[in-house]
């Protein structure tokens, strides 16, 4: 018992940082899927914007919903969420608590993919390259390009082989500014989040500090219940086939010797266990019908307690006891608070 | 009892150090991504300033965010500070040496980062390009004042076609680089010698009192673990109580309104003392439906007459 509680402990104070393992191998790969992907700038006028921003802003909603998936807290929060009332209130403090803390871990890999397309360049670059300040960088003062035909010759500045833009704008100085400002703007994003990730963390004790203690330990008293309780009713199961089988062997025995008109085999006393845990099958003819009548007809998932004067002990026959009627609430004093 | 002291006395001894890896990784990881930055001076008369001073300074800001927030330890010295007195009186040292201690360690990534970023040179190069004296520089004396400007500007970006064949270029590059990797090394040695003095220095000043100071901001920290650990422990024996009490509300109820005649407990004892009187399909999926419907409150008396 000792193991077993020293080991849930173990398991119990790392569960956070098993999370906090996940958050970081997804920002790991957040990371490497940026560079690992091909980014292909269309270099047409309505296509850039769409595209670039397309691939800025759609892998961070799906990482951020692949960091949810991955957290197996989420069905442990649903639960409770939609669990009826019955004899236990439910706390909205723990709720959001439990619900903040997987928001907070699934929002790193979104925030490093934003971060690392920001100060890489190559999205904005391609998404708003048709907005260059042509006349502070370039030449603007070009008569022979109306409006499209000049959108369309900005749109290829991020392909560099098929620019044709050279007297208009030139292309490194162009791609030198919308990197700038793509660059500027990522790092005031990393300051924004990071900004934000203290402000959350150190404000809490200032404020809160009781009610986050409270939150914290029934969100991880719920988290530990659930466990024990399948624990529980996993050992629940394990006796309850063991004793069934044992009752289905003795009945299938008493059956064939019924049948067979032997009397019940005496098993030698000197053969011991070994014979008692046979059952009573002792060929293989026997053991074919017992494995067929397993698979064709289960007996219904009624154990026959000892005490029973039962003859015939198998398929089909007691029915389940009637059912009891909906609990009466006066016998169930063990719910009552003193 | 024996190997909980153990782990208890390995968390003791490895705070600091599990704090000290932490900073060295921060360190390591601001170099790392220095690095793997694509330094992109824009080449242009006011953004170059704002660009090369932007990335000098604003990413040591987000590194000393995340040494406060990756430290564990300032999270304990804010609940030590913001808690009401209580019957625990407050110590101001214990909370300033914490927060010293803290602050010293949140400060390692940033540095680093400043120091490396002067000793490259890239940032001030692109900063200061356009501040330097033309006349100082034989290839942009002559050019009058709003080109000297844009050509100066033009200086940290090697490939720029107007600038490829300048030899003044190179000049000004390495003046500005000298002066950066010169003030690089200062600020790298003023700060060691600081941080030697302070080693040195500080047992002849007031010994007792930091030894005091670290002992209880220790002490602080190790209770804030040892009292998480209790939680832990309380919450999980009374989840254990609360569903054997469940399983053995049930059984009364069974037995209450079931139809068995009466056991008389031979038999396989062990083996009936685990189905808890569950033994039958529908009980178990009532048992199951009570779970989730109906929670039993969290209150482990036991009130029940048997």
């Given amino acids: ?338 | 009892m024996d190997r909980f002291r153990m782990i208890f006395q390995y968390f003791q001894s490895n705070s600091e150090s599990v704090m000290n890896g932490i900073c060295g990784l921060l360190a390591l990881a601001s170099v790392k991504m220095y690095t793997s930055f694509d330094f992109s001076c824009p080449c242009l008369p006011r953004y170059n300033m704002a660009y090369g001073l932007g990335i000098m300074f604003i990413p040591p800001i987000a590194l000393f965010f995340c040494g406060l927030i990756l430290n564990r330890q300032s999270l304990v010295m804010l609940e030590e500070w913001r808690r009401p007195q209580g019957r625990r009186k407050k110590d101001a040292a214990v909370i300033r040496y914490m927060c010293s201690s803290i602050m010293q360690r949140a400060m390692v990534a940033p540095i680093v980062w400043i120091v490396v970023t002067l000793l490259d040179g890239k940032c001030l190069i692109c900063a200061f390009s356009g501040s330097v004296d033309p006349e100082k520089f034989v290839g942009f004396a002559n050019a009058s004042l709003g080109q000297v400007q844009q050509l100066l500007a033009r200086v940290p970006c090697k490939d720029d076609e107007l600038m490829r064949n300048n030899t003044s270029r190179k000049a000004v590059s390495r003046y500005l680089r000298c002066w950066s990797q010169a003030l690089g090394w200062s600020i790298l040695l003023i700060l060691i010698v600081a941080a030697f003095l302070a080693r040195w220095l500080r047992p002849c000043f007031n010994q007792v009192a930091l030894l005091q100071a670290r002992h209880w901001s220790n002490y602080i920290d190790i209770e804030q673990k040892i009292f998480e650990e209790t939680c832990c422990e309380h919450s999980r024996l009374f989840a254990h109580k609360c569903i054997l009490h469940f399983f053995e509300s049930m059984q009364e109820e069974i037995k209450l309104h079931s139809f068995n005649l009466p056991r008389e407990g031979e038999g396989a004892e062990g083996e009936e003392d685990l189905l808890r009187g569950i033994t039958d399909q529908d009980q178990m999926n009532k048992l199951l439906k009570m779970w989730y419907y109906e929670k039993p409150p969290l209150d482990v008396n036991q009130v029940t007459q048997r």
């Fill in chain 1, 1 to 338: 018992m000792d193991k077993f509680r020293m080991i849930f402990q173990f398991l119990q104070s790392n569960q956070e940082s098993f999370m906090n393992g996940i958050c970081g191998i997804m920002a790991l790969a957040s990371a490497q899927m940026y560079s690992a992907f091909d980014f292909n700038c269309p270099c047409l006028p309505r296509y850039n914007l769409a595209y670039g921003l397309g691939i800025l802003l759609v892998p961070p909603i799906i990482l951020f919903l692949l960091g949810f998936v991955l957290n197996n807290n989420i069905s442990m929060l649903a639960e409770e969420w939609r669990r009826p009332r019955g004899q236990r209130g439910k706390d909205p403090a723990v709720l959001r608590y439990m619900f903040c803390s997987m928001a907070q871990r699934a929002m790193i890999a979104p925030v490093v993919w934003v971060s690392v397309t920001l100060l890489d360049g190559k999205c904005i670059t391609c998404a708003f390259c048709t907005s260059v300040p042509v006349e502070t960088l370039g030449n603007a003062s070009n008569p022979s390009l109306s409006q499209g035909e000049m959108k369309r010759v900005l749109a290829r500045i991020p392909c560099k082989e098929i620019y044709d833009g050279q007297e208009l704008i030139a292309n490194e100085v162009a791609i030198r500014y919308l990197r700038c400002i793509s660059q500027a703007l990522g790092w005031c994003f990393v300051l924004l989040m990071t900004t934000l990730a203290f402000l959350v963390r150190s404000l809490r004790p200032c404020f809160t500090q009781a009610a986050f203690l409270k939150s914290r330990y029934w969100s991880h008293y719920i988290d530990i219940e659930r466990k024990l309780f399948d624990e529980t009713c996993a050992e629940h199961a394990k006796s309850f086939a063991k004793v069934y089988i044992q009752q289905f062997f003795e009945g299938m025995s008493t059956d064939i010797a019924a049948a067979h008109c032997h009397p019940p085999r005496k098993t030698p006393v000197d053969v011991g266990e070994a014979a008692e845990k046979l059952l009573g099958i002792t060929d293989q003819g026997t053991m074919n019908t017992a494995l067929k009548s397993w698979h064709r007809s289960k007996p219904p998932l009624h154990l026959h307690l000892p005490a029973l004067p039962s003859a015939n002990g198998w398929a089909g026959e007691g029915q389940p006891p009637t059912h009891p009627p909906a609990p009466r609430k006066e016998t169930a004093t063990y719910y009552s608070r003193v």
